[in-house]
């Protein structure tokens, strides 16, 4: 396992349009967390994960926002109805559960939203 | 709420030198800060991380300090080189479950 991996590495949607991005974390951390990344500022926290159950959710997970890890496995991210300003760079990172939270986040490459 | 400031945002330095940048943060009742390098259109690399019980961590060139009661971090890079050249962000964990980042150094060093 060489890390956490994240699909599509970019994707380009019209306003309007659903989408959906996968995130693999390294294999047995059972933490997972979703950032997001707007230009020039630092990631913001959006919600996380311990195995299956979604346990915190930031103000900024809107409605048309929704995240499942359904086997404590992969985790996926889906936005509806787009809108521009969702236009950022998503970020998926994990960490293992022993040790709770004094444990290093590591992240993955990100998936680049562009809407239309 | 905690909130993360890193200064200056942004910083040119030629070749060799020594820099420090700085990071700050409002709540001191953190479990760690960790550092973190940022190449443009990349994700995170992790460089170093911080335990509150801990003072600093040193990773080659790189030495990071903390100072909880003055909710300061500093990460000191030795010697510059044209390859360190990115997005230096800092991130403090006092939720357990969530980072709060600041908005970075992006920095430049010349050749």
């Known amino acids: 396992d060489t890390g956490v991996s994240q699909n599509p590495r970019h994707k380009i949607t019209k306003r309007g349009q659903n989408v959906t991005f996968r995130c693999d974390p390294i294999?047995?951390?059972?933490?997972l967390y979703w950032y997001r990344q707007t230009l020039g500022q630092g990631p913001e926290f959006l919600t996380y994960?311990?195995?299956?159950?979604?346990?915190?959710k930031s103000r900024l997970l809107s409605d048309r926002f929704s995240a499942e890890r359904p086997k404590g496995s992969f985790s996926t991210l889906e936005i509806q109805r787009t809108e521009q300003g969702d236009s950022a760079m998503y970020l998926c990172?994990?960490?293992?559960?022993?040790?709770?939270?004094?444990?290093?986040?590591?992240f993955g490459p990100g998936t680049r939203l562009t809407v239309l | 709420k905690q909130e993360v400031t890193q200064i200056p945002a942004a910083l040119s330095v030629p070749e060799g030198e020594n820099l420090v940048l700085n990071c700050s943060f409002t709540?001191?009742?953190?479990?760690?800060l960790q550092w973190f390098r940022q190449d443009p259109g990349k994700g995170l690399t992790s460089l170093l991380l911080?335990?509150?019980?801990?003072r600093e961590q040193t990773s080659g060139r790189l030495n990071a300090s903390l100072d909880k009661s003055s909710g300061r971090s500093t990460l000191y890079i030795a010697a510059s080189q044209p390859g360190d050249s990115a997005t230096y962000l800092c991130?403090?964990?006092?939720?357990?479950?969530?980072?709060?980042f600041g908005g970075g150094t992006r920095l430049m060093v010349k050749p």
């Open positions: 990172a994990s960490s293992p559960l022993a040790g709770g939270p004094y444990n290093e986040q590591f």
């Open positions: 294999s047995e951390h059972n933490r």
């Open positions: 994960f311990q195995n299956e159950a979604q346990l915190e």
């Open positions: 709540d001191s009742a953190i479990y760690n």
């Open positions: 911080i335990q509150s019980s801990q």
């Open positions: 991130a403090a964990n006092n939720a357990g479950n969530m980072l709060t």
